[in-house]
Structure formats: C-alpha cells, structure tokens
C-alpha cells in the first residue's frame, strides 16, 4: 500500500509540475478512521476553470496504479 502510494504520489507530482497541467499540485495520504476504516485519500489545487481536467487526470493515474 505505501509502495502504490508513493508510486501515485509521484506521477501526480510529475504532471503538476508541467506547463499545461491541469492542476497545481496534489497529494496522496492514508489514515484509520476511529478504529473502524481504513481510507486513502487524495487532493489537489487546481485553476477553477481546471477542476474537471484535473479530476478526470487524478483518476486516470489512480486506476493505473
């Protein structure tokens, strides 16, 4: 799980950091949930006129891993 994380992680940071991306930055992370959940979470910033781009591209890398 840390692996495909970081993996993830990477390639997002990877896309962020060209010209033409379709979001600023975004970040992977995991935490449990009082004791009953275990949950991966993943975010971004992005240009308002950008969320769509950058939600179907935050997608695309997530089924990949």
Known sequence: EDLGRMVL???LSTIASKAD???ISADV???DLLHS?????IWANSETD????A???IDQE????
Do not use: N
């Not at 950008?50 to 781009?53: N, P, R, V």
């Not at 997530?62 to 891993?65: A, D, L």
């Open 62 to 65: 997530q089924r990949r891993i």
């Open 55 to 57: 939600l179907t591209t």
């Open 29 to 31: 992370g995991s935490q």
């Open 37 to 41: 959940a275990h949950v991966v979470l």
């Open 21 to 23: 991306a379709p979001f």
């Open 50 to 53: 950008k969320w769509q781009a």
């Open 9 to 11: 992680q990477r390639r």
